[in-house]
């Protein structure tokens, strides 16, 4: 008998609701450690949790960019040396955009 023990299977629910903690949390590290950017970082959540809720039933390619876009937002290190400065929120914005693009919701774009 095999030992591994058996996961249950995580839902889009599942995925979605943790998306939108991590959201939360990010703009709760904004609020605190970069304010003047909270307005920024406000309209950037508010276009990830749409994108989290349209995304729910939709394939798993776009809901994999829909969570790249949230993990690109709420790591905030510079990914080649994590001594590296923080990356300003306003980095967000050209990634977001091509996401949303990718995901034919132009309309969303931020400019």
């Known amino acids: 008998m ?20 991590q959201l939360d949390g990010h703009l709760a590290w904004v609020q605190v450690r970069a304010p003047h950017d909270l307005p920024l970082a406000e309209r950037i959540a ?8 349209e995304t729910t039933r ?12 949230v993990h690109f ?6 990914r080649s040396h994590q001594r590296f400065a923080r990356r300003p ?13 990718a995901l ?4 969303l774009a931020l400019t």
């Open 89 to 101: 929120v306003s980095a967000d914005v050209p990634v977001l955009n091509e996401i949303v693009t």
């Open 46 to 53: 508010v276009t990830l949790r749409r994108l989290v809720a």
């Open 2 to 21: 095999d030992d591994r023990r058996i996961r249950p299977r995580r839902t889009a629910a599942h995925e979605s609701d943790v998306l939108l903690r």
């Open 73 to 78: 937002v709420v790591v905030r290190r510079h």
């Open 58 to 69: 939709s394939s798993a390619a776009d809901r994999a960019l829909v969570r790249a876009a």
């Open 104 to 107: 034919g919701r132009g309309d």
